[in-house]
C-alpha cells in the first residue's frame, strides 16, 4: 500500500518582511472625471431600480436629506462632508456633482422610467427632508428647500414633484413650547401648499417631552398624557386636509407601528408607536382614525 509523503517544515519568521503593495502608475483623477464616473454609476443603479420594477413603482424619494441645518438666517447650504463631523464614514453626491446631484437622478429616474413601461405621466419625484416643521429656525430649513427647488428647476427641464416631510415631533408638555410647536406645524403645511407641489407626510411619528424637555419614557406616560398625543395627531392630520389643497394631497405614511423598545437605535424606550409591545392599541390609534376620518 502506497502512503502519501509527508514532510515537516519550520518557517523562521525573521526571514519574513511584511510590505504595502501600493500601485505606482495611478493618476489621481480631476473632478470632472469623479463627476462622470459617479454619474455613470448613478444612471447604472438608477436604470437598475427601473428595470426591476417595471414601471410598477409611481412615487419616489428622488433625494432625501439633502438640505444642512444651517447657516442659520439665511438660505441654508446642501449638506456636505466639510458640514460634518462625522464625514469619514459619509459620503456625499454632492461634494462631487454639486447642486447637479439633485437634477441628475430627476433626468435618469424618468428617462429609464419610460423605457421599462411605465408612463411618465404616472412618475412622481419627491424631495423629502427632516425638519421642515421646526420652530427654532421659523421653518428656514423649509425655506430653503423651496429656494433650493426653485433653483434646481430654473433650467427649465428639471422638474420635482413633491415635497416630503418626515416630522420625527413630539408633544411638549410646557404649553409655550407646545404652542410653537403647533404653529410652526401649521405654518410648514401653508409653505408647502403655496409651492402647489405635491404634499406628503413621510415619517410620523411622536415622543412625549416633559416641562423640563426631558424625554418621558414610555412606562411612565399617563393615560392623560396618551390622550394628550392622540389629540395632536389628530390635529396634525386636520390640518392636513384643511391646508393643503386636495390635488396635492399626496398621502401619510407612519413611521412606527408599535412603541420604540429599550436598547432600540430609533428614540429608545419611546412612546412612538400607534401600539404598545404587544400589539394593543394605544389613544394614539384613536386620533389618527378620528383625523382620518374627518372627526373634531
Not at 518582511?17 to 438608477?46: D, F, G, Q
Not at 462625522?86 to 424618468?110: E, H, M, S, T
Not at 419614557?217 to 389628530?234: A, G, I, W
Amino acid at each position: 500500500i502506497l502512503k502519501p509523503q509527508t514532510s515537516d517544515a519550520t518557517l523562521d519568521v525573521r526571514s519574513v518582511t511584511i510590505c504595502k503593495l501600493e500601485s505606482l502608475n495611478s493618476i489621481p483623477l480631476t473632478p470632472e472625471e469623479k463627476a462622470e464616473i459617479l454619474e455613470a454609476e448613478m444612471a447604472r443603479w438608477i436604470q437598475g431600480m427601473m428595470a426591476a420594477t417595471q414601471g410598477r413603482v409611481k412615487a419616489w424619494d428622488v433625494v432625501n436629506e439633502a438640505i444642512s441645518g444651517g447657516p442659520w438666517g439665511q438660505r441654508y447650504d446642501l449638506q456636505h462632508a466639510v458640514n460634518d463631523p462625522d464625514a469619514a464614514k459619509k459620503f456625499y453626491w454632492q461634494d462631487y456633482l454639486g447642486d447637479n446631484f439633485v437634477r441628475i437622478p430627476v433626468k435618469y429616474a424618468r428617462q429609464y422610467f419610460e423605457e421599462n413601461g411605465g408612463n411618465p405621466a404616472d412618475l412622481k419625484l419627491f424631495i423629502n427632508d427632516y425638519n421642515l416643521e421646526s420652530d427654532w429656525d421659523d421653518n428656514q430649513k423649509l425655506k430653503s428647500l423651496i429656494q433650493w427647488i426653485e433653483q434646481w428647476e430654473s433650467d427649465g427641464v428639471t422638474k420635482i414633484d413633491g415635497i416630503g416631510t418626515q416630522m420625527h415631533i413630539s408633544y411638549y408638555m410646557n404649553p409655550a413650547t407646545q404652542k410653537s410647536k403647533a404653529e410652526h406645524i401649521e405654518k410648514m403645511f401653508r409653505l408647502m401648499a403655496e409651492t402647489g407641489k405635491l404634499v406628503r407626510i413621510t415619517e410620523l411619528d411622536m415622543g412625549l417631552v416633559d416641562e423640563n424637555g426631558q424625554d418621558i419614557p414610555t412606562e411612565n406616560v399617563t393615560l392623560e398624557q396618551h390622550k394628550l398625543m392622540s389629540d395632536y395627531y389628530k390635529e396634525i392630520i386636520r390640518k392636513y386636509f384643511e391646508i393643503i389643497p386636495v390635488e396635492q394631497q399626496f398621502g401619510i405614511t407612519m413611521w412606527c407601528q408599535t412603541d420604540s423598545p429599550e436598547g432600540s437605535g430609533w428614540r429608545p424606550n419611546q412612546p412612538t408607536g400607534i401600539w404598545d409591545l404587544n400589539f394593543n392599541r394605544k389613544p394614539a390609534y384613536a386620533g389618527i382614525a378620528e383625523g382620518l376620518a374627518g372627526k373634531e
